[in-house]
C-alpha cells in the first residue's frame, strides 16, 4: 500500500502538473519561437513517461552507462592532454612519465584506459539489446543507423588511443593501417596521410592522429550521441513495442 | 534490536549527493597537483653548487639534481648518479665507501667502477667549472674521464 503511494507522489504528480505544461499555457510566445527550439525542449522533458520504461531489465542502462564512460573519457583525456607529447620519440616517454613521475598521472591515465575498455564493452551490449528487442525496426531506423555511425566513431577513437600510446605494438598497428588504407587506389596516400600522418614502425603516435583523437572525433560523437538522444524521444521514447 | 532505517528514494539520493561532493573535495589537491606538476619539462644541463669545496671531502650530493661533487688529491670531480645498467638513480653508501643501484643490485666501488651486478660501465663523470664567485658548475652532458679533475 505504501509502495504505490510512494510511486504516485513521485512518478505521476509531477507528470500531471509540471512545469513543462504550465510553461506552455502562460506563454504562447514561447511557441512560436521557433519551430525546432520548441521541438527540442519538448523531446527533452517529455509530457509522460510510461512506468513500464523505468524498469532497468529491458535496457539495462547500457546506453546511458556508454554515456557515462564518455564523460569519464572527455574529463580525464583533457587532464591528460596537459601532460601527454604527441610525436614519434616524445610519445612513449611522455606516457611513462605521466604513468611514474606525475603526481596522481597513473590514476588519470588508468582511468581513461578502463573507461575506453569499459565504453567498448557497453557499446556492444548496447547493440546486442536494441536487436534483442527489435527496436532498430520503424520508427526508430534512423537512429540505429546513427548508433552505428557512433559504433564506427567508438572504434576509431579506441584504435587511435592505442596508437597514441606509443609503444612498439601501436608503431606496428600505425603501420598496417597505413599499409591498409594505402591500397586504396588513387585516393590511398593521400587518405593515409590525411588520417594518420606518417607513424614510423616503433611508434604510433604523430601530431596528425592527436588532432583526430582529442579534437574531431570526440566532438563529432558528441554532437551525433545527442542528436540519438534527442531522437530517442522524438521516436516514441524507449519501450517494448 | 537495531532501529530499522528508513532508506527512501529520497535518502537514497540525499547520499549520492553528499559521495559526491566528498569525492569532489577529496579530488581537489591531486587535480592541483597534478595539474602543477613540472617534473615533465626538460632540465638545463647546467647544474650548479654553491660551496667552492676547498677542502678535502667525500662525495657531497647537489641538491635537487643526480650530481655528486668532491675533492680528493688531485682536485674536484663531478659524478652523475645514474646507473649505467637502467638508468636508475644510484646513491652513495658513506659507511661502505659504494655505490649501490636500488633497483637491481649493482655495486660500484668509491669511484664509480662496476664491482658486482649487471652495471656494464662506470658511472658517468661531468666536466666541472668554477665561476667568478667560487661556485661550482656542473655540465652534466658534457662527459669527462674518471681521472680529469678541476
Known sequence: MKDSKETETSVQRPILMSDHDQKEKLSPVHKLEGNSRNNFINHV??????????????????????????LMLGITGILLMFHYQPGASSGYSSVLTIGSVIPYGYIIRNLHYWSAQIMIVTVNLHMVRVVWTHSYKPPRQLNWLVGVGLLVLVLVLDFTGYLLVGSQESG????????????IPGLGTALAQIALGEPSALSGSTLVVYVWHCAVLPLAMLWLQLYHFWRIRRDGGVRPL | MAKQIECSRRTVLRFAWAGMVAVGG??????????MSKEDQPRSP????????????????????????????????????????????VTYHLERK???????????????????????????????????????IINTEKQVGLDVRL
Open chain 2, 98 to 136: 659504494q655505490w649501490l643501484c636500488p633497483c637491481h643490485g649493482s655495486i660500484y666501488d668509491t669511484e664509480g667502477r662496476p664491482v658486482a651486478g649487471p652495471a656494464p660501465k662506470a658511472l658517468p663523470r661531468a666536466a666541472v667549472e668554477r665561476k667568478a664567485d667560487g661556485s661550482l
Open chain 1, 172 to 183: 606496428a598497428a600505425a603501420t598496417v593501417a597505413a599499409n591498409l588504407l594505402k591500397q
Open chain 1, 45 to 70: 522533458r517529455p509530457r509522460f513517461i510510461s512506468e513500464r520504461v523505468l524498469s532497468v531489465f529491458y535496457t539495462f542502462c547500457l546506453g546511458g552507462l556508454s554515456f557515462l564512460a564518455f
Open chain 2, 26 to 35: 577529496l579530488s581537489v589537491k591531486p587535480l592541483v597537483d597534478y595539474l
Open chain 2, 46 to 89: 647546467l647544474v650548479s653548487y654553491a660551496k667552492s669545496l676547498e677542502e678535502k671531502t667525500d662525495w657531497q650530493h647537489v641538491p635537487n639534481s643526480r650530481v655528486w661533487v668532491k675533492r680528493d688529491d688531485q682536485g674536484i670531480a663531478a659524478l652523475v648518479a645514474t646507473c649505467t645498467h637502467l638508468g636508475c638513480e
